[in-house]
């Protein structure tokens, strides 16, 4: 996208016509125009975006329950293809790997054999 025109940058480019105030009020008009056109656009394309995950292309389209960002969270955390669901379940897994060998240490701990 081109920079942003200013009435800075339109008055170098047309600095004839700007210093003797030809077209003063059709520049001012002109950018004026061009503002409200850009947040125009800025709006539609917000209202048409759709939140996709990058790794399965599972979409959430708007209309989507709750927030979107909320429902592409969730499915990040479940997508088979995401590295975070990735890491969430390799966590699960030594989680429960540490709490077997914790649970052997303690059996194999003579001070806790009196409790069993
Ligand atoms: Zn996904």
Same mark, same amino acid.
């Given at each position: 996208?081109?920079?942003?025109?200013?009435? /800075?940058?339109?008055?170098?480019?047309?600095?004839? *016509?700007?210093?003797?105030?030809a077209?003063? *009020?059709?520049?001012? #008009?002109?950018?004026?125009?061009?503002? /409200?056109l850009?947040? #125009?656009?800025? =709006?539609?394309?917000?209202?048409?975006?759709?939140?996709?995950?990058?790794?399965?292309?599972?979409?959430?389209?708007?209309?989507?329950?709750?927030?979107? %960002? *909320? =429902? !592409?969270? @969730? %499915?990040?955390?479940?997508?088979?293809? %995401?590295?975070?669901?990735? =890491?969430?379940? #390799?966590? /699960?897994?030594?989680?429960? @790997?540490?709490? !077997?060998? =914790?649970?052997?240490?303690?059996?194999?701990?003579?001070?806790?054999?009196?409790?069993?």
């Amino acid at each position: 996208m081109p920079e942003p025109m200013t009435l /800075r940058s339109f008055e170098t480019l047309t600095y004839r *016509d700007f210093s003797n105030g030809a077209v003063l *009020d059709e520049i001012a #008009e002109a950018l004026a125009e061009r503002e /409200r056109l850009l947040k #125009e656009r800025k =709006a539609i394309q917000s209202q048409s975006c759709v939140l996709t995950c990058v790794y399965c292309g599972q979409a959430y389209p708007p209309g989507t329950p709750a927030s979107n %960002h *909320d =429902a !592409l969270t @969730e %499915h990040i955390k479940q997508c088979p293809r %995401h590295p975070l669901a990735a =890491a969430l379940r #390799e966590n /699960r897994e030594l989680r429960r @790997e540490c709490d !077997l060998l =914790a649970a052997k240490l303690e059996l194999l701990d003579p001070a806790t054999e009196s409790n069993g």
